[in-house]
């Protein structure tokens, strides 16, 4: 089985490069704690094999308003991290 590793509100790069040197580089980066992290992106999160890492403005329950389809802006936001 294989595990993924989700980073979840990152705001900075010192954050981010933190949590790469700990964690490793991320299979998935979502901005905030939505549902679309539990099934819409095809890889739902495996609370038994994946790792959920939160940055200081990730939440461990999801926001039940807002929900944000980020895969394509947050790639770019941390590709040069």
Known sequence: MTRYIHFVGFR????????VRVFGQPDFVHSIHDN????????P???KTDCVVFGDKGHDTPHPKYSDN????????????
């Open 36 to 43: 679309r992290m539990y099934g819409d992106t095809g890889f």
């Open 45 to 47: 999160i495996d609370p």
């Open 70 to 81: 980020d895969s394509d802006r947050v790639r770019y936001r941390y590709r040069d991290f």
């Open 12 to 19: 900075t790069k010192k954050q981010f490069t933190n949590a």
